[in-house]
């Protein structure tokens, strides 16, 4: 059955992941770098009985309103699921799937090296060698911050938040956190993590604050410039989570003012970075890439095709988004 089964991808995938796709099903490949549009995109979802999608597709209630009734599934490639109304999905009979977990690891990497980054002044250092400012040791020179010793802050500690733990730890940083609820007792006692049931709380208790939970309607500037301003002077920020969970010009005008020690971000709240993030020493800034490693694009490839080949065999398949299911933050 399998095979007759129709996948339309919206944008290109890596080629192994093509590859299994088109021996596995009826697929119809998208030739370009980016994101289907508009008609473009609702004209390939019409024609498939699944939708490969990625971060940059829309796929609102208006879009599941205008698809018409072929299409069953909308096999996510990526973890995030706000890009798309998955109870306007469900509303119409349509099975959304992601692929959490096989992006944890990579990310926790990333995140950790903004930990890294940002207090000891790694990217200004390289511009400063760079730019022919490096003229010898100094005992006074590109002073940054140590990181062990230093509070952590993580919020929403799930899958990826628990890998960052794991690693900070390693640094000699001591962990604590904010979720809706705390965490398993034997994963709390491993990782010798203090809970805050108030996020106000540990943002003005902690030196550096990671930001690891979905945006959702109820996470949409979670870091408002009112919780921005309880961090410490000192405090850093690190985001690879999604931009809009943080008040992003609020947090530019702060550490513009010293009122912040700093920021490491690969997210960004419209796309693109504030402008005046652009011009700030105190900060890091990645092209989203926190996920961005070979072995990862291919393992979600994987799970997308484990996901649809279930669906096409009448089985659930093993990463359903359910709605309600967000207890990291």
């Not at 799937?97 to 926790?108: F, G, H, I, K, R």
């Not at 990826?160 to 034997?186: C, M, Q, T």
């Not at 970075?273 to 979600?300: C, F, Q, W, Y």
Request: proline share 5%; net charge negative.
């Amino acid at each position: 059955m399998s095979d007759s089964v129709k996948v339309a991808l919206t944008r290109r995938l890596p080629e192994q992941v093509e590859a299994r796709l088109s021996a596995l099903f009826d697929t119809t490949l998208h030739d370009a770098d980016a994101p289907l549009a508009g008609e473009a995109l609702l004209a390939r979802a019409k024609d498939a009985d699944v939708l490969a999608a990625t971060l940059g597709d829309k796929l609102d209630a208006a879009f599941f309103d205008a698809v018409g009734d072929r299409l069953k599934l909308v096999a996510n490639f990526g973890a995030g699921i706000d890009h798309i109304d998955v109870a306007a999905a469900n509303a119409r009979g349509i099975t959304v799937t992601n692929t959490p977990s096989v992006l944890a690891e990579d990310a926790a990497d990333m995140a950790m090296a903004l930990i890294l980054a940002v207090p000891r002044r790694l990217v200004e250092g390289v511009a400063a060698l760079q730019d022919g400012k490096f003229e010898g040791w100094s005992p006074t020179w590109m002073l940054g911050r140590r990181v062990r010793g230093k509070k952590l802050g993580i919020i929403g500690l799930g899958r990826v938040g628990e890998a960052i733990a794991r690693r900070a730890r390693a640094f000699g940083l001591s962990i604590h956190y904010h979720n809706r609820n705390p965490i398993n007792p034997h994963i709390e006692d491993e990782l010798e993590a203090t809970y805050w049931d108030s996020l106000d709380q540990m943002l003005a208790h902690v030196d550096i604050v990671s930001v690891n939970c979905p945006h959702t309607p109820a996470t949409f500037h979670l870091l408002s410039r009112r919780r921005l301003e309880l961090m410490q002077p000192h405090a850093y920020l690190v985001n690879i989570s999604r931009g809009e969970i943080v008040d992003e010009a609020a947090l530019a005008e702060m550490i513009e003012a010293g009122r912040l020690g700093g920021a490491g971000l690969d997210v960004y709240e419209r796309g693109g970075p504030n402008e005046k993030l652009l011009g700030l020493k105190d900060v890091v800034l990645l092209p989203h890439m926190a996920s961005a490693t070979v072995e990862s694009r291919i393992e979600m490839g994987e799970r997308v095709i484990i996901n649809i080949k279930m669906f096409a065999d009448g089985h659930k398949p093993p990463d359903r988004v359910i709605l309600g299911l967000d207890p990291e933050c």
